[in-house]
């Protein structure tokens, strides 16, 4: 995955320079299309973070725009500049297809992503923030429906659909 990483950095390194970023061959196994995140934090504070969850390009295409996109479009942050570049440090989730459940009790801790949706409310939690937050399952939907713009307990009072997803998640520093 190590590929995955250089291909999300070089994105970003090549929109900063202003020069055009051009993929390298793929190897063997990367040639799939499935959603993904990209996560910049630094100085260990997220600095941007954007994905999809699913993509009409292969992994490696899909990683390099989600790349340059939380580098330079992550609506809550300024754009990285050319001076914070080395400080960044990137971590990139591939998502697996999204699974319809009826209740919180069917996702996993650590397992699990979880997107919710009311109306066009929607919200995204990636697995691994319940697991750095060290939240249960009920803390996770609370905080996946605050982040959609919901009371954190609509879980329980309204109806939502949700989803879980699982992600490989790898980066280039623990953060």
Known sequence: MNFLLETARNAVKSSLDNSPFIIPPLPEGLNFKSGCFVTLHMNGVLRGCIGN???????????????????????????????EFDSLEFEISVLSPMIPIKSVEEAEVGRDGLYVVKGFNRGVLLPQVATEYGWDKYEFISHTCAKAGLPYDAW???????YRFEAAVFGEKSV
């Open 53 to 83: 969850f699913r993509s009409d390009v292969n992994i490696v295409k899909n990683v390099a725009d989600m790349a340059i996109q939380a580098a330079l479009q992550d609506p809550r942050f300024p754009s990285v500049s050319a001076g």
């Open 156 to 162: 329980k009072t309204d109806k939502i659909d949700l």
